[in-house]
């Protein structure tokens, strides 16, 4: 065991899926400019948006199982190494073998080497986000290994060679036009005559992964909720793929992000109401499973629990910025997003994007390696009243904004912000500085242009004409005071 | 009643008609306006934008400036929810406890005019008359931060001649968010495309709401396009007669 020295790590680069190519407004350029995936994603989260309104609005208690869903999470994270330390207790106690990873490469190698030890080449995966972050599919295949993920929407993006850019529903951006091209290009056993109807693309589907189900002997999950005094885990899905990865290989191998654990079986209560309907604006979600350790002669006979820390540590460090751990990805705050409904998940960079990726994946990776998603947000605070859980996500968004400026050195922008706060801390200064933005008045004519940075303004928008008087200087004029 | 105002930095700067338009309707309901000329600016810019070491002097200034005065008003909801919101909170990250409770002290005093109108002076027809027709697009920071709910359009309705017209989508944001106008320019835009498609929609002559900040922003791009419609603080509909 090696000591603990230091603040907690984050996230290793090099490894896994949390940091973009470029920065938030470079990648949301190119996704403006994409006219398909504009409407694609229009459509798709004004439906979903209209879903859950109307379900979440069938609940009278609906706030308070907000708060208890809070409450429950802070509990779980200021008690999570006991927690933790109980589910391990637990899922051992059941025959369950529990497996540490402090970061992407621990969960990986400790992955690979108990697909090895099985004797199998091939996979089945559930849909999981904690195996998107941590790369586990590159993984794998350098070990010899192919992963078949099993999820309608996650196997559109395996086919198509591309990444996840929702929480919930990975290939959003895809219409089904463009899935249809997908299966016809990928899947060798598919019928030539596939049509775009939904019903015909699910159903190339399920003849192309039935085989995989029968034949593989190793299954992969990602983990819903984690009940410590019991050691169930359990997974939500609709499809019932997840179902047959979770019971029909005889090894069950599940990656788990530390933060997943809730305290009582009697909390999932709470969460199964809270996160069909916040979700997908359902009551209920069509499939739960949940097992707890091995049961002999049913289901998998060898049962693996991978506890993924991977930046989590360093993000529970900071006092303010842990209530992102709180998150039970639902994506509603994906969904009611006007930024994340213009840009697509793409251009976060990360496997988690929209309002809670920005404040998630920087504390995760470290501020600096993330450091434009905590300004991709208007502050318009729809993320906070849809988010099941409370996740105060704009005073987080504001909170990272501030340590990432104590973080970073002296800037052209903070040199113009010190000067701001120097003029306006002064009434006389702010005055003086009034009188002289005036001197551009002239300039100031319609569709006229502003220097940078404001010329990122004049842009798309006129700039304002400085009036001839100031309201302190009319003021002063009326009342006769002196400033 | 003495109310004191806070005219906010970009009014007093570049829209002092909305500053003078609150003080109308405050005097015209029979109360007395005090303009303390110490006032600049809440710190709301430098707050958001990660700036919060540099927003603590102009908090202070805030705090000083208005910790006489009983009641104060702001035509924001934006300004107000910062005061309300965030003074307190920076100032305790900040360590300056002493600060944080004095400015908590004086945000509980500070209320925006369509909540001043309504929950202090308890009035809602203010005596405007306004014969056109608008659309009100209710700001983010008013109606999620502060909450004002339906207050500015029962004032609206209350408007005498006035043709009040739904809006669309309209509590989607506009996409002005202060700096991300700038540092997101393109999202920004955007955003702002589907606000003013919704405007253009209504066939509304002048769209309102509670902040000159996102009144700059819309009203920045309806007049880029040579739209005709155009942008009025509420306080100037509500000062009208």
Known sequence: MTAFLGMPAHAPRGVGHLRGEEPFPAAARRALNDAQLRRNLGKATSTIRAKRAAVVGELPDWEELRAAGRAIKADAMRN??????????????????????????????????????????????????????????????AGGIAAYETDLAELIVQLGH?????????????????????????????????????????????????????????????????VAETGTLCVLESEGNGRMCLTLPQTLITVMGIEKVIPTW??????????????????????????????????????????????????????????????????????????????????????????????????????????????????????????????????LLVHLRARHVEESGASVEALTMAAASWVMSSPRRFGRAQRAGRIYRPLGRRGGGLPPPLAAWTRSRDAPVPPARTFREWWRDEHGETP | MRIALFATCLADTLFPEVAKATVAVLERLGHQVDFPAEQTCCGQMHVNTGYQRQALPLIRRYVETFEPHEVIVAPSGSCVGSIVHQHAMVARRQGDLELASRAEAVAARTHELSQLLIDVLGVEDVGAYYPHRVA????????????????????????????????????????????????????????????????????????????????????????????GVRTVHLAEILAST
């Not at chain 1, 400790?110 to 559930?126: D, P, R």
């Not at chain 1, 910025?321 to 039970?328: D, N, Q």
Request: aromatic share 4%.
């Open chain 1, 80 to 141: 999570l190494d006991r927690y933790l330390l109980q589910l391990e207790a637990a899922v051992t106690e059941r025959g369950g073998i529990v497996h540490w990873a402090r970061d992407a490469n621990e969960a990986n190698a400790i992955v690979t080497s108990l697909v090895q030890a099985a004797g199998a080449t091939e996979v089945v995966k559930v849909k999981s986000l904690a195996t998107d972050e941590i790369g586990l599919n590159d993984a794998l295949a």
């Open chain 1, 162 to 226: 591309d990444r996840p850019s929702h929480i919930l529903v990975p290939a959003i951006h895809r219409n089904r036009a463009e899935i249809r091209e997908i299966f016809l290009r990928e899947m060798s056993d598919v019928d030539p005559g596939l049509t775009d109807d939904p019903a015909a693309l699910a159903e190339a589907a399920r003849r192309h992964l039935r085989r995989k189900f029968l034949s593989a002997t190793v299954g992969i999950s990602g983990v819903n909720f984690a």
């Open chain 1, 266 to 395: 009697a909390d999932l209560g709470v969460f199964m109401q809270l996160l069909p309907r916040s979700s997908t604006g359902e009551r209920m979600n069509p499939y739960t499973s949940m097992w707890t350790g091995v049961t002999a002669g049913d289901g998998p006979q060898a049962f693996h629990l991978v506890l993924l820390d991977n930046g989590r540590t360093a993000a529970l460090a900071d006092p303010v910025g842990r209530e992102a751990l709180h998150c039970i990805r639902c994506s509603a705050c994906l969904n009611v997003c006007p930024v994340y409904e213009r840009t697509g998940g793409h251009a976060y960079g990360s496997v988690y994007p929209g309002p809670i990726g920005a404040v998630l994946s920087p504390q995760l990776t470290g501020i600096q390696d993330n450091a434009s998603l905590p300004y991709a947000s208007s502050l318009c605070g729809a993320c906070y009243d849809a988010c099941p859980v409370k996740i105060n996500i704009p005073s």
């Open chain 2, 136 to 227: 009100y697009h209710p700001t983010c920071h008013s109606l999620r931060l502060l909450q004002v709910g339906d207050r500015p359009l029962r004032l609206l309705r209350a408007v005498a001649g006035l043709d009040l017209v739904p809006l669309a989508d309209a509590e989607v944001c506009c996409g002005f968010g202060g700096t991300f106008a700038v540092k997101n320019a393109d999202v920004s835009t955007a955003m702002l495309a589907d606000k003013m498609g919704n405007v253009l929609g209504t066939g509304a002559e002048v769209c309102t709401a509670g902040d000159s900040s996102c009144l700059m922003h819309i009203g920045g791009g309806l007049s880029r396009l040579r739209t």
